[in-house]
């Protein structure tokens, strides 16, 4: 168990609706990244935040929006969901300093119909 | 356009020999390298890492090798058990320093361990 969690496990949307998901991090750790993993796919980078900043994002459009607060737990919304956001997202917690001690939660499947 | 590849989607190896994971990569930007592995219903687990400064990192049974010039790395594990069924990715990273590009990861490989 990494002591990252995530919530919910798993979560049904229809088409143009709004999702939030959650994340909290490992103790100790500030930043933290969020990833898409379609169905056969390898995760696929979102955005990462550290100190509550957003720093770093991969090729999603602004619909994805993140937020993380003091506690170091965060959050990913998407906005005007489509079919192909279908998948499970994964967050994952680090110290700043260190790439390899990259703590990942069990993800929520999202499901849109 | 894919980064980061792992040609084969599944490998079948029996108990107590070596399974070997390949993976390529195309952007020579990445100077970082890391191995997941993934159970059903779990987040990946980091394994293992190499840094491109070196050709070889070992950790008990896992050995991971980088050939820089052929832009390929791949994953040894000696002997084979049946815990280590499940799918492994290959990641990259520009710096192991963290970094703001996050990690690229390739679609992985379903290593199956037969008794």
């Known amino acids: 168990e990494t002591g990252v969690t995530q919530s919910p496990t798993h979560l049904i949307k229809t088409r143009g609706q709004q999702v939030t998901l959650r994340c909290s991090s490992q103790?100790?750790?500030?930043?933290v990244s969020w990833y898409q993993q379609a169905l056969g796919q390898g995760p696929q980078f979102i955005f990462q935040?550290?100190?509550?900043?957003?720093?770093g994002r991969g090729n999603f459009p602004p619909r994805f929006s993140g937020l993380q607060f003091p506690n170091y737990s965060s959050e990913l919304n998407v906005n005007a969901l489509e079919l192909d956001d279908s998948a499970l997202y994964l967050c994952a917690s680090r110290r700043w300093t260190v790439t390899d001690t990259q703590y990942f939660g069990p993800g929520t499947r999202l499901t849109v119909l | 356009d894919q980064q980061v590849k792992q040609n084969s989607p599944s490998l079948s190896v029996q108990e107590g020999r070596i399974s070997i994971l390949n993976c390529d990569y195309t952007n020579s930007m990445f100077d970082y390298f890391l191995w997941y592995k993934k159970y059903p219903a779990e987040g990946p687990t980091f394994l293992i890492s190499i840094s491109s400064i070196k050709d070889k990192n070992e950790d008990g049974r896992f050995t991971v090798f980088l050939n820089k010039s052929a832009k390929h790395l791949s994953l040894h594990i000696v002997p084979s058990q049946p815990g280590d069924s499940a799918v492994y990715f290959c990641?990259?990273?520009?710096?192991?320093?963290?970094?703001?590009?996050?990690?690229?990861f390739g679609k992985g490989t379903h290593l199956i361990i037969q008794p």
């Open positions: 990641a990259a990273s520009k710096g192991s320093g963290g970094g703001a590009d996050g990690l690229t």
């Open positions: 935040y550290y100190r509550e900043e957003e720093n």
């Open positions: 103790s100790g750790h500030n930043t």
